[in-house]
């Protein structure tokens, strides 16, 4: 009872795509196709989240999703300058900073700052300057490191050009350095981006008006004014309108920078 | 803070003395006692290792020396007092590896320096630097990156980056060491009309006809020491010592010369 390899392995994927064909088989008999289109493609339904869905929540989500980004560069960024600091006392902060926000769920960083600050310093944050926090502190504990490691991959020979030509180290590092290490970090940066883009849904827990709803609470009230998926589906799919082409941006950079090299 | 209105004119462009520089328990520089006339050119030969890269980075603080003193146009870089960023304002340096910003344009290679170190103006800074990429032959490459140029021309930058910066003394570190063959020649002329116009120069090098030709003096460097130095003609034509000879004879001699680390 022999097989040569070749009568093998096409009994093998022939088995293969028999199990499938069966699994599928199976799927359609017991579903109920009513039903499900009902629960998630209600043409009526989708047509209502219409415009909204697009021109509140989706624009909120980017606004929300570019502050918290913004800040969390900035501070990130600061970051990983105090990380390669020459003063201990720097890098240390910094790494506990990082190792903290890195640490624990950006959720329970949205419950402290939308619930916790309000009520233990009996100030209200605008609502912006409250997604702009949460989302940036988490974020920037993330990108800190990602910057330190671009910061690290330009050669010791552009710092020593500019130091040669008269720059002090700091100018060095803003002129020469920066600018090569943030290009070497933009498709990780922009991977960040889409995280945070997907974290922006957490602004739901924060009581928002109708107004600065976001594509997972607009979507979530949807869902409970029609009793249908459809909202949630469609709110996905605003979700991968941004991401997607963001996903494409970063294969792009990222063969760019293997090219370059 | 001593400022460069202090640099004496009468003084060496470069005086060095009891020179140290260890690595941990490496002692790269073992004692180097050495001066630079204003205008000279000095030629600094020597086997790899020998410690002719550390010796020249140390006269621009690139590195600390562990002891002993450098004075550039009589200030003492070596001060801790001393403003280190205005004296390597004086001195143009050259690297092997070229280490142009590869984020700039050839034309913002030599603008940016001025810019933000002598707070240049940018029309007076670019038309410096157009004035500069002239005289090494790159007019028509001022709007291209680094990465589009081949390496002779990236070194003719890099040495016109320096010179935009007016320096009183150049030191370059094995321009042509990078360098295909071909590319070597363009690189030692314009080298060869700074020499020509008067500029100090400290050069370490492997090419020993540009060393006879142009170097005022040539200094031969083994272990950290200076071994030998005199005459072009005198250390490469006529060598006193043993090891100065053999360094010679293996440099020269191309079947000797391949297997040899020193002309990587
Ligand atoms: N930053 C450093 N840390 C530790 N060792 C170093 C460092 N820089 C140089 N060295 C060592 O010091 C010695 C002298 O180095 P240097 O670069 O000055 O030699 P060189 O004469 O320029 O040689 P080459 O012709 O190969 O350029 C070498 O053994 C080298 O490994
Ligand atoms: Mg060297």
Redesign the interface.
Known sequence: MSMTRRQRTRLVRSAQYAVLGVVLVVIAQAADWGEIRRAFFDVEVAKAQFPDIITTALVNTVIYTLLGFGFGLALGLLLALMRLSQVPPYRWLAIVYIEFFRGIPALLVFIALGFGVPLAFQVALNQYVTVMLALGLVGAAYMAETIRAGIQAVPKGQTEAARSLGMSQGRAMVSIVIPQALRIVLPPLTNELILLTKDSSLVYLLGLSLSQYELAKFGRDALNQNRSLTPILIAGLCYLVITLPLGHLVRRLEARTARAR | MKEAAELDREAPAIEVRALHKSFGTLEVLAGIDFTVARGEVVCVIGPSGSGKSTLLRCV?L?EEPTSGTVLVAGAEVTDPDVDI??V??G???V?Q?F?????LTALQNLT??QR???KRDKAEATRIARDRLARVGLTDKESSYP?QLSGGQQQRV?IA??LA?DPQLMLFDEPTSALDPELVGDVLAVMRSLADEGMTMLVVTHEMSFAKEVADRVVFMDGGVIVEEGAPEQVIGAPGHARTQSFLSRLLDPAAARISPSDD
């Open positions: 621009n690139l960023d205005q390597r304002r001195i143009g340096m690297f590896s280490n142009l910003f590869p984020h940016l320096p933000r170190v002598l990465a890099a980056r320096a910066m």
